[in-house]
C-alpha cells in the first residue's frame, strides 16, 4: 500500500530564513512523487514533481530512495510562501496521488 | 479553459438524506478523480474515472457511488447521510494528450454540512 507521511501539521519561520518541509513515503515500486501546494482562496495546484527536477519559485525537493523521503526545501523564505503544502506519491502518470496530510508553512514578516 | 468546474460549491442537508456532487473536467482531460478532505484525514482518495470506466477505487464507503458519464463529467452520489460525511469533497482531472505526468487539476470543491 502506498502512504505518505508529513510528520508537521504546522510550521512556522521568519522570512529569509531557510524552511524545510518534511516528507517521508512507502511504496514497494517506483514512486513518483510531487508537491502540491494551496494559497489562501486558490485551488489546490502543482508546485513541482520529482522527476523535472526543477526549482519552482527557489523551491527543490530530491527524492532520497534510500531513505523514502522527498523533503521540500527553500533556502530563503518569503512571506508569500505561506500556503499549505502536501506531498504526494503515484504510481505512474494517470493514476491516483495519494497525498499527505499536509504542512501549513507560515512565513512571519 | 474554465478549468475543473464543480457544483454546488456548499450544501447543507440532513442525516439520512442523499446528495449528488457534480464535476466537469477541464477539457480534454480524460482522468476524473474525486477526494474527501476532513479535518483530521487531509486528502482521503475515493474514487478515479478514465474515460468513463472506473479506474482505481480508494476508501470510498458503499453508501458513496460515482459514475463518469461519455460527455467525461462525473456525478458523486452520497447517500443516508451521516454527520461524519461533513467535508469539502474535491474533484480533480488530468490526461489530456500531452500533459505533465502526475499533475492533477482540481476544483474549488464541494462543501457538504450535515446536520
Known amino acids: 500500500a502506498q502512504r505518505v507521511t508529513q510528520p508537521e501539521k504546522l510550521l512556522s519561520v521568519f522570512k529569509g530564513a531557510p524552511v524545510e518541509l518534511k516528507c517521508n513515503y512507502s511504496y514497494s515500486g517506483s514512486p513518483e512523487l510531487f508537491w502540491y501546494v494551496q494559497y489562501s482562496r486558490q485551488r489546490l495546484q502543482l508546485l513541482l514533481r520529482?522527476?523535472s527536477r526543477e526549482s519552482i519559485k527557489g523551491f527543490t525537493a530530491d527524492l532520497n530512495k534510500g531513505e523514502t523521503s522527498f523533503h521540500l526545501k527553500k533556502p530563503f523564505a518569503q512571506e508569500e510562501d505561506s500556503a499549505m503544502y502536501y506531498c504526494?506519491?503515484?504510481?505512474?502518470?494517470?493514476?491516483?496521488?495519494?497525498f499527505g496530510k499536509g504542512t501549513l508553512l507560515t512565513v512571519n514578516p | 479553459d474554465s478549468g475543473v468546474t464543480q457544483t454546488p460549491k456548499h450544501l447543507i442537508t440532513a442525516t439520512g438524506q442523499r446528495v449528488t456532487l457534480r464535476c466537469s473536467p477541464r477539457?480534454?482531460?480524460?482522468?476524473v478523480y474525486w477526494y474527501q478532505q476532513s479535518l483530521d484525514q487531509g486528502l482521503q482518495f475515493l474514487i478515479q474515472?478514465?474515460?468513463?470506466?472506473?479506474?482505481a477505487k480508494g476508501n470510498i464507503l458503499e453508501r458513496f457511488s460515482a459514475q463518469q458519464f461519455p460527455d467525461l463529467h462525473s456525478e458523486l452520489n452520497l447517500s443516508s447521510l451521516e454527520l461524519g460525511d461533513s467535508a469539502l469533497y474535491f474533484c480533480?482531472?488530468?490526461?489530456?494528450?500531452?500533459?505533465?505526468?502526475?499533475?492533477?487539476?482540481f476544483g474549488e470543491g464541494s462543501r457538504l454540512t450535515v446536520l
Open positions: 480533480a482531472s488530468s490526461g489530456r494528450q500531452g500533459a505533465v505526468t502526475g499533475e492533477l487539476f
Open positions: 504526494a506519491l503515484s504510481r505512474g502518470s494517470n493514476y491516483k496521488l495519494t
Open positions: 474515472y478514465y474515460n468513463g470506466e472506473e479506474r
Open positions: 520529482h522527476i
Open positions: 477539457s480534454g482531460d480524460l482522468s
